[in-house]
């Protein structure tokens, strides 16, 4: 359960003679809530925190409620102060059906808050709006302050491109939460963005500047910039969750196949680099 899978304690070594820099003690906190940048290090904890004036009433009507209430954290990563702590509602991005875990992303100056959900191939689930009550929470990396919030029914495992939050199958603007959308090229009209990736897809996306990768199937890839959807290097399996590997410039996909009963002919690793 997510309860057993949290630490009460982060900390900071010297990687020079391994001394303990700064230490910070939570109650619950999800390892994979835990994001840096800029900086700061970026945490969520089950305690609550001590918000006073105009949120109190706000905060207190939420205890009341069935809303679980977190505390996300900022700290300076150099020196473990404590920058800011805010009370946020976490209401569909920590729990719910097929949840994992908690996890944070972090770019810009947005702490973008959501739940990690196993794939399972639950299109029935999905088509049927069962993931809707799915929610995800940007706040303010400088002082916690809430920027949007919204239920979006996402698949697997939100990624950040650009100034773009991808939420398999549809993109929003990092900054303000807004839905992404695109001309479709046979009727000419203005529809939401999606990015939908055929054939059987177990695992999450991964991606670079100008690239999305995912399993479709095969190994599946696709242009951001030209908007081409989703092309396949057959023959290969990616593995179950991500090990295809977008760094410096190449795509580096070791074998993650062996011991599956998925019938694909090769088991190798691959590297692609790019061609003009």
């Given amino acids: 359960s997510e309860r057993r899978n949290v630490s009460n304690l982060v900390f900071a070594m010297n990687p020079k003679d391994g001394s303990v820099v700064w230490t910070y003690s939570g109650r619950e906190i999800p390892p994979s809530s835990i994001s840096m940048g ?3 290090l970026f945490l969520v904890d089950r305690a609550e925190s001590e918000t006073v ?3 109190a009433p706000k905060i207190r009507a939420k205890k009341a409620s069935s809303a679980d209430m977190r505390t996300a954290v900022g700290l300076d990563a150099t020196t473990g102060k404590v920058l800011w702590r805010r009370s946020v509602d976490l209401t569909g991005a920590a729990g719910g059906r097929y949840f994992q875990s908690l996890s944070s992303i972090y770019k810009n100056d947005v702490l973008v808050l959501f739940g990690i959900f196993i794939d399972g191939h639950h299109w029935k689930d999905f088509l049927a709006g069962d993931f809707e009550n799915r929610r995800i929470v940007a706040l303010s990396g400088s002082d916690g302050n809430p920027i949007w919030s919204k239920n979006i029914g996402y698949r697997v495992r939100p990624i950040v491109v650009g100034d773009a939050l991808h939420a398999e199958p549809w993109a929003y603007s990092l900054y303000t939460g807004e839905q992404k959308t695109r001309t479709n090229p046979v009727t000419g009209r203005s529809e939401a963005w999606q990015f939908a990736r055929p054939g059987h897809h177990c695992g999450a996306p991964a991606a670079a500047p100008h690239t999305m990768l995912a399993r479709s ?7 951001l910039d030209n908007d081409y959807g989703i092309m396949n290097f057959g023959g290969l399996r990616p593995g179950c969750w991500i090990n295809f590997i977008p760094a410096n ?13 998925c019938p694909f002919p090769n088991q190798c690793s691959v590297m692609f680099k790019h061609r003009d």
């Fill in 38 to 40: 800029d900086g700061r």
């Fill in 53 to 55: 004036g105009l949120d």
């Fill in 217 to 223: 199937y095969s190994l599946g890839y696709y242009d």
């Fill in 249 to 261: 410039g190449l795509v580096l996909m070791p074998e993650s196949a062996a011991g599956c009963m």
